[in-house]
Nanobody
Framework: QVQLVESGGGLVQPGGSLRLSCAAS????????MSWSRQAPEKERELVAT????????NYADTVKGRFSISRDNDKNTVYLQMNSLKPDDTARYYC???????WGQGTQVTVSS
């Protein structure tokens, strides 16, 4: 059974940082690219970042480029999203997913507010 379990969300002040984690199981994690997406109320879902299977290639949405960093540990079957210089517009539910077979986690809420 495939599971993607996100953690690390919470409430943070503007300018602050958070690190999201996503623990994967039920598939051969090291074979697949992984992504983070987010969705805010009344907004379309946005693909935030993607990392290839080896962890050597990353891509980011323009809205987060230079502030967010995606990484992975294939020994721990975990993908991370380091989020710095957070803005209120980053408030959303963040989802980890495996895009090839369309596996999704339940998400973790990130709220940026003073």
């Amino acid at each position: 059974q495939v599971q993607l379990v996100e953690s690390g969300g919470g409430l943070v002040q503007p300018g602050g940082s958070l690190r999201l984690s996503c623990a994967a199981s039920g598939f051969t994690f090291r074979w697949y690219a992984m992504s983070w997406s987010r969705q805010a109320p009344e907004k379309e879902r946005e693909l935030v970042a993607t990392i290839n299977a080896a962890g050597s290639i990353t891509n980011y949405a323009d809205t987060v480029k230079g502030r967010f960093s995606i990484s992975r540990d294939n020994d721990k079957n975990t993908v991370y999203l380091q989020m710095n210089s957070l803005k209120p517009d980053d408030t959303a539910r963040y989802y980890c997913h495996q895009p090839v077979e369309n596996y999704w986690g339940q998400g973790t809420q990130v709220t940026v507010s003073s």
